[in-house]
Nanobody, 123 residues
Framework: QVQLVESGGGLVQAGGSLRLSCAASGRTFSSYSMGWFRQAPGKEREFVAY????????NYADSLKGRFTISRDNAKNTVYLQMNSLRPDDTAVYYC????????????????WGQGTQVTVSS
């Protein structure tokens, strides 16, 4: 199976930036996609962004377009989430996930999940 490990979370002032990393190990697939999701206190998990391994096609939650950027390094089996202009309501546990599907926003179609990394944005 695939193991996913997130890193890069922490405490940031509002307006600041942070870059999250997700390292994948185990089986390597050329066609599946990687996604980022987040879960804020008292809220359900929501979609953030995804990227496909082969083409690099991306998709973002509408509210995050322009502030967050997802990218990947296929040789390193690593996906990144660059977060800029952070706001207090970005505070959440951020999860990376892997899917055999070429690209989807539905968390039910993701097959592997990391344990999450905490991002806290102070005002």
């Amino acid at each position: 199976q695939v193991q996913l490990v997130e890193s890069g979370g922490g405490l940031v002032q509002a307006g600041g930036s942070l870059r999250l990393s997700c390292a994948a190990s185990g089986r390597t697939f050329s066609s599946y996609s990687m996604g980022w999701f987040r879960q804020a206190p008292g809220k359900e998990r929501e979609f953030v962004a995804y990227i496909t391994w082969n083409s690099g096609s991306t998709n973002y939650a509408d509210s995050l377009k322009g502030r967050f950027t997802i990218s990947r390094d296929n040789a390193k089996n690593t996906v990144y989430l660059q977060m800029n202009s952070l706001r207090p309501d970005d505070t959440a546990v951020y999860y990376c996930a892997a899917s055999y599907y070429r690209g989807t926003t539905s968390q039910g179609l993701y097959n592997y999940w990391g344990q999450g990394t905490q991002v806290t944005v102070s005002s």
